[in-house]
T-cell receptor, first 117, second 115 residues
Framework: DAGVIQSPRHEVTEMGQEVTLRCKPI?????LFWYRQTMMRGLELLIY????????DSGMPEDRFSAKMPNASFSTLKIQPSEPRDSAVYFC???????????????FGAGTRLSVL | AQKVTQAQTEISVVEKEDVTLDCVYE???????LFWYKQPPSGELVFLIR??????QNEISGRYSWNFQKSTSSFNFTITASQVVDSAVYFC????????????FGKGTKLTVNP
């Protein structure tokens, strides 16, 4: 399997612009997670989905952030409008869920480095 | 509430030294999972190990070993005969039972192995 695929790898945008980050999870994984990593706050869970349904979005910082998972092989994280404080590395991860040998293990994509000027 | 503490922010060693990365966790659950991930300079997060709360056996994988002690709520990671390629940030993480699948990460320990 190709692993979790994120695009773009780098995104530079100006304050006020809309940003869309994309993620393709590992095929067959039931769970998908979005994280944000900053020097100040470390790795923070933003939202996660189970079978395409959002389960917990308590980590989403504010209404400017939204996430969707229209099908089992694709998810987006959107920031509108973007602000300089949103600059961070955003990771997507997927997990096969609670069954099997890889139970609970999350596999991460390479991340998207976002810079908002 | 669940919490993971990695008290060592940065560690610097010389190649071939052994090094131990500390991880202390807090949870009210009796069933939980502990993890270590590696983040090399290239930035990706690489899964290293998962341990469940009922299995306190130490584990060894090549130069890596893990010591899980429920009595002290610790899950420490030792690299034997460190190499320059071990230089990375290492994260300890905790997942409680109940099917939430949420991982709580420590702040990470940056390990630098000098030649």
């Amino acid at each position: 399997d190709a692993g979790v695929i994120q695009s773009p790898r780098h995104e530079v945008t100006e304050m006020g612009q809309e940003v869309t980050l994309r993620c393709k999870p590992i095929s067959g994984h039931d769970y998908l997670f979005w994280y944000r990593q900053t020097m100040m706050r470390g790795l923070e869970l933003l939202i996660y989905f189970n079978n395409n349904v959002p389960i917990d979005d308590s980590g989403m910082p504010e209404d400017r952030f939204s996430a969707k998972m229209p099908n089992a092989s694709f998810s987006t994280l959107k920031i509108q409008p973007s602000e300089p404080r949103d600059s961070a590395v955003y990771f997507c991860a997927s997990s096969p869920g609670l069954a099997g040998i890889a139970k609970n293990i999350q596999y991460f994509g390479a991340g998207t480095r976002l810079s908002v000027l | 509430a669940q919490k993971v503490t990695q008290a060592q922010t940065e560690i610097s060693v010389v190649e071939k030294e052994d090094v131990t990365l500390d991880c202390v966790y807090e949870t009210r659950d009796t069933t939980y999972y502990l993890f270590w991930y590696k983040q090399p300079p290239s930035g990706e997060l690489v899964f290293l190990i998962r341990r469940n709360s009922f299995d306190e056996q130490n584990e060894i994988s090549g130069r890596y070993s893990w010591n899980f002690q429920k009595s002290t709520s610790s899950f420490n990671f030792t690299i034997t005969a460190s190499q320059v390629v071990d230089s990375a940030v290492y994260f300890c993480a905790l997942s409680e039972s109940g099917g939430s699948e949420k991982l709580v990460f420590g702040k990470g320990t940056k390990l630098t192995v000098n030649p």
